[in-house]
């Protein structure tokens, strides 16, 4: 069964870090690219980062420098690593995966940056 379940998500300071973590079924190396999308209130779902099965990473530029997006693939989870977190941060995460040629989503998980 391909799932992503999202974890991690919270209320936070403007400055402070969260860690989001997707627990990804089968597994992460089963997946084309996965990685993570958000969603902030009125606005469309946009691209954070992504990796691909051979490594590519890709980041939003809003969020370069800040964000680090990994994989375990002992665990089977990808983690998005939020640092210097902003106020306009503030959104649902998504996990997104590309299996062969669906693309999967996990449920969200809600990130509040406070100023």
């Known amino acids: 069964q391909v799932r992503l379940v999202e974890s991690g998500g919270g209320l936070v300071q403007a400055g402070g870090s969260l860690r989001l973590s997707c627990a990804a079924s089968?597994?992460?190396?089963?997946?084309?690219?996965i990685g993570w999308y958000r969603q902030a209130p009125g606005k469309q779902r946009e691209l954070v980062a992504s990796i691909s099965a051979d490594g590519n990473i890709n980041y939003q530029d809003s969020v370069k420098g800040r964000f680090s997006i990994s994989t375990d693939d002992a665990k089977n989870t990808v983690s998005l690593q939020m640092n210097s977190l902003k106020p306009q941060d503030t959104a649902v995460y998504y996990c997104r995966g590309n299996f062969g040629l669906r693309v999967y989503w996990g449920q969200g998980t809600q990130v509040i940056v406070s100023s």
């Open positions: 089968p597994s992460t190396s089963s997946f084309n690219r």
